[in-house]
């Protein structure tokens, strides 16, 4: 600041111009004169110095030139000297009050921190585009009936066929059949018996997608088809890793499959995952024999990619596909119902199910990053406060208020910065943490990561951050007057002061309610989830997943097998009971049959209700812990000759036989063949944990039989523990058996809470987080409040003012900016409240528990935060508060 | 045989920053004294010499000033800086090296 008093002003163009003149006229008219004094005439000593000066015009342009080059020099250096000792400066104040510094910082950092890394996972979810060619141009399409209650139904083989057959605006057409965790092949003949994931793809998928093979090829055409040669496996990059040691020699190599020779044709690149990260192999779909899959157009299994044809829109797509479903709809009866097609980009198909969620957390995580500049702002106006003498000596000194604001903007920028970096390694953890709590939740997560893009984004949120809580102190500081400041040594513009920070604490209150309410909710919610009785009692259970091959033990006699597998297990000491359904529950649903009771008819037009149907064991429902309100499970003597049953859900019960008893009725699917119900037992949930169950049926295994069995026992000790006994007793039977997967029923309760476990974890860390900042703030703004008032409140108890009315006085205002925080932040958590709906479970998003918690628990807050403060300004001497003017 | 010499690139800055070690001159100044020194020998015109001055003042070998001179007019002065004396310190040794090989070839022992 003073080196800049003593400092020569800029030159200008036109000053540089005259003073290079002026330099040349000087020269001339003293040579001039010299030669005058030697006797020369005016006229001839004049000519002979211009004449001995040589090109005049010429070295007055290049004088200039190299002038304003030497000014522009100057005025950079000048620049740059100014924001190094702006810097030097800053980082001298800084380190003068490391109380400020260091809060203002780790406050910064959590802020930037925590919306980076939000937001690199946001950037690589919704952001990237997906690994494939010309990404844009690949949709999903789905079938969908024409009452609109199944908008996204998978697709049957066949229709699939006549899709790719009739299309014309999209350049090719895919289907996959590929259900995590239950689609598998059984490799044998090498080592132990091995259930290798596999997605069934038909010809078109891989050039639909348009990726290439890394290593070897892609299967032809004519291998991917019935009478082809379709026996050929292309391997995942990773199973080809793990089970080949990436060595290409396992290319034209065979596997055996099912029991059958396959041949390795190719290797996916790593960035090749699509439909899901778990397929280890691809395999036509034709090679799945009729008796699994038969090929008929009511059997909707495949998921279908299609690529539009260039500058085709999604509309002129979807009509393509409504009017070829419609065609097929009109031409086959099965297909009568299913008039349309559904048609979404890819990239929505997959992340949609996540989008909302993120965005949500998205707003919610810049609300803490706001947060925390506008409790920045506040301690940094609590500082220009106490600057105001200082910033009056130098606006005295001559330092214009331009410089002074320069000043506390680098100032600002400094610690926005250091926040912004620190904010990065939060950021770095921060993703790392999120991607753990989400694992298995967040599609294309593989794509999120600390990148150039989000680093970019760190830095213009520091930036963002820097301006925004630098600005309103700067502005204020730098208008200071310099009069009344240095007379009253700092004690001016206090109430104009208290009233921006106070303004500011009731925004910091208001973000945290409405954090603090998504979280009570979410919580609310979560705690629900966790009470509702799924139907069955997950404790001590096992769960064993395996596929019977039909080929091995035949056609018929495999009942047999899967009977005496049953039973051996039973024999386990330590098993107290065990039985088998298809699909664990939220593991499957199980197809769905039209099994209506007899005599019912559904309404013209309508098509016949279908029902999720499990195929179950005798003593499946004893040993899950499933009550059985009326009649009987299945028992072993429900078999292939004896009479077919059927067991029923109380969902299903309530809607075809209310207020009667429905054991002893008759159902059937459409007239022919009728079972009985022997049972009713209670609702399970079968598909989520937060969905309402539906109607379900249960018809036995052993008379309706599939070949993928979940095997379950009730264990007395912990299951974990029985997993090798049990999978021995299966392997006594065969000792070839592949197992697909074991795991508790525990396990999979966690797995389906996973997701609303994280939502409720992430709101609950935001709500401390937003909380313990807006107390602060109060805090903050009451403290200061105190010493700035400290004169008038020693005047007030001198004249005899009551401790306790003192002590009122600052609650009164440290309440007040809670209440009036409140109020403005929970009609914005009111005006949100739709947008978390979806998020939540058995509770509306206008929860009144969850809202007056929040508002309890601020006042309380509040009241805490003011007592400190509070009972300061009880003590203050009089006498000392005054002589310290 | 008594051609004036042209004058070689880069010797005019010597000459120019040897003058201004006497003390702050300005262009009039630091002409008349390398004349008075070369008359015979060196046919220096003004043009280049004051081109020189400011590209000395660019690079910071020099600094100028506006002064009085001696019949009291409003004259830039040029003063050496101290990297201007380097400078100088620099060039005159390898001006002296350079003569000396010139006539070691000139004047064979």
Redesign the interface.
């Known amino acids: 600041m003073i080196r800049r008093l003593f400092q020569y002003p800029w030159r200008s163009h036109a000053v540089i111009r005259s ?1 290079v003149d ?3 006229r ?2 001339l ?3 001039q004169q ?1 030669l005058m004094a030697t006797g020369l005439s005016v006229d001839a000593a004049r000519a002979r110095a211009i004449r ?5 015009d ?2 007055r342009r ?2 200039q030139h ?2 304003n ?2 000014e522009t ?1 100057r005025r950079r250096k000048d620049y740059v000297r100014d924001v190094m000792y702006d810097l030097k400066y800053a980082l001298r104040s800084l380190r003068v009050s490391p109380t400020f510094t260091i809060v203002a910082v780790l406050t910064l950092a959590i802020g930037i921190g925590a919306n980076t890394a939000v937001f690199s996972v946001v950037h690589g979810v919704l952001r990237q585009p997906l690994p494939f060619p010309n990404p844009e141009r690949l949709v999903r399409v789905w079938s969908a009936n024409r009452s609109g209650d199944s908008p996204k139904a998978s697709v049957s083989a066949v229709d699939l066929d006549d899709w790719r057959a009739q299309r014309r605006q999209f350049e090719d057409i895919g289907g996959w059949e590929f259900a995590s965790g239950a689609s598998g092949l059984d490799l044998t003949g090498s080592g132990q018996p091995q259930r290798v994931s596999t997605a069934f793809v038909s010809p078109g998928f891989f050039t639909t997608l348009g990726v290439g093979a890394l290593h070897g090829r892609l299967p032809y055409e004519s291998e991917m088809v019935r009478g082809g040669d379709d026996r050929v496996v292309v391997l995942s990059f990773p199973y080809w890793q793990r089970n080949f040691g990436a060595s290409t020699t396992v290319l034209n190599t065979t596997l055996i499959l099912r029991g059958e020779p396959y041949r390795v044709v190719g290797v996916m690149p790593p960035n090749f995952r699509f439909p899901s990260p778990s397929v280890e192999i691809y395999v036509p779909f034709s090679t799945i024999p009729d008796q699994s899959i038969p090929r008929i157009r009511p059997v909707r299994i495949m998921g279908v990619v299609a690529r539009l044809k260039p500058n085709v829109t999604l509309d002129q797509a979807r009509a393509e596909m409504n009017v070829i479903t419609g065609r097929l709809a009109a031409q086959y009866p099965e297909n009568a119902t299913w008039t349309h097609a559904t048609v979404l980009p890819l990239h929505e198909a997959i992340t949609g199910s996540v989008q909302n969620a993120l965005l949500v957390l998205f707003a919610a995580v810049t609300g803490v990053l706001l947060m925390a500049c506008v409790n920045v702002a506040s301690l940094v106006l609590t500082r220009a406060s106490a600057r105001e003498r200082e910033i009056g000596v130098r606006v005295a000194l001559g330092a214009t208020r331009g410089r002074i604001l320069r000043q506390l903007v680098t100032e600002s920028m400094v610690l926005a910065l250091a926040g912004g970096v620190l904010g990065i390694g939060v950021a770095v953890v921060g993703t790392r943490v999120l991607l753990a709590l989400s694992a298995g939740q967040l599609p294309l997560s593989e794509a999120v990561g600390v990148n150039p893009t989000v680093l970019l984004f760190a830095l213009g949120a520091s930036l963002f951050a820097g301006i925004l809580f630098g600005a309103a102190p700067a502005l204020r500081a730098s208008s200071t007057n310099l009069q009344g400041a240095l007379r009253a040594g700092g004690r001016t513009s206090t109430g104009a002061s208290t009233r921006l920070r106070s303004a500011l604490v009731i925004a910091q209150v208001a973000f945290a309610v409405v954090l603090a309410v998504g979280a009570g909710l979410t919580t609310r919610s979560f705690n629900a989830l966790l009470h509702v009785d799924p139907g069955f009692t997950p404790d001590h259970l096992l769960a064993v997943n395996f596929t019977i091959n039909t080929d091995r033990h035949g056609d018929t006699a495999w009942k047999q097998y899967y009977s005496d597998v049953i039973t051996r297990v039973r024999a386990v000491p330590g098993v107290t009971s065990a039985g088998a359904a298809q699909y664990a529950p939220f593991k499957g649903m199980g197809e769905r049959n039209a099994l209506v009771p007899v005599g019912y008819v559904a309404r013209p037009g309508e098509e016949p209700p279908a029902f999720p149907t499990q195929r179950i064991s005798d003593a499946y429902f004893r040993t899950i812990g499933t009550r059985i309100l009326s009649g009987r499970e299945f028992l072993p003597t429900d078999r292939g000759n004896a009479p077919p049953v059927v067991v029923v859900n109380e969902a299903y019960a309530k809607a075809f036989f209310p207020g009667q008893n429905a054991v002893g009725k008759e159902l059937t699917v459409g007239g022919s063949g009728r079972l009985t119900i022997v049972g009713v037992v209670g609702d399970i949930r079968q598909s989520d944990v937060a969905e309402a169950p539906g109607p379900l049926l249960y018809v036995s295994n052993l008379q309706n039989g599939r070949v993928k069995v979940t095997l379950v026992c009730r264990t007395v000790a912990d299951p974990l523990t029985m997993t090798r006994s049990i999978r021995d007793a299966i392997w006594s039977v065969d000792r070839d058996q592949p197992i697909t997967s074991i795991f508790t029923f525990n396990d999979i309760m966690q797995e389906t809470l996973a997701r609303p476990r994280l939502v409720t974890v992430l709101f609950a860390a935001f709500g401390v987080l937003g909380l313990t900042l807006g107390a602060l703030g109060i805090y903050g703004v009451l403290a200061f409040l105190v010493t700035q008032r400290r004169r008038e409140i020693g005047v007030r108890i001198a004249l005899g003012a009551n401790a306790r009315r003192v002590y009122a006085m600052i609650m009164r205002h440290g309440v007040g900016m809670a209440i009036a925080g409140l109020v403005i932040g929970i009609s914005a958590a009111l005006a949100l409240s739709r947008f978390v709906q979806s998020l939540l479970f058995g509770i509306p998003a206008t929860d009144p528990y969850s809202y007056a918690g929040v508002v309890l628990l601020f006042l309380f807050v509040a009241t805490l935060a003011g007592l400190l403060p509070a009972r300061r300004a009880m003590r203050v001497d009089p006498v000392i508060a005054m002589q310290q003017e | 045989m008594r051609q004036p010499m042209d004058l070689l690139q880069g010797t005019l800055d010597v000459l120019i920053l040897r003058t201004l070690v006497w003390g702050p001159m ?3 100044a630091v ?2 004294w390398i004349r008075d020194r070369t008359e015979d020998t060196l046919q220096i ?4 010499l ?2 020189a001055l ?2 000395l ?2 690079a910071e070998w020099v600094t100028a000033q ?1 002064g009085l ?1 001696e019949n009291n ?4 002065f040029y003063r050496l800086t101290p990297a201007g004396r380097k400078q100088l310190k620099a060039e005159e040794a390898a001006w002296r090296s350079y003569a000396k090989a010139v006539f070691q070839v000139l004047e064979p022992a």
Request: glycine share 4%.
């Open positions: 003073d002026d330099e040349l000087f020269h008219d003293s040579r010299a001995e000066f040589g090109d005049i010429e070295a290049y004088m190299v002038d080059d030497i020099n | 300005h262009g009039y002409s008349r015109e003004d043009a280049p004051y081109k400011h590209r003042e660019k506006w001179s007019r409003r004259a830039r």
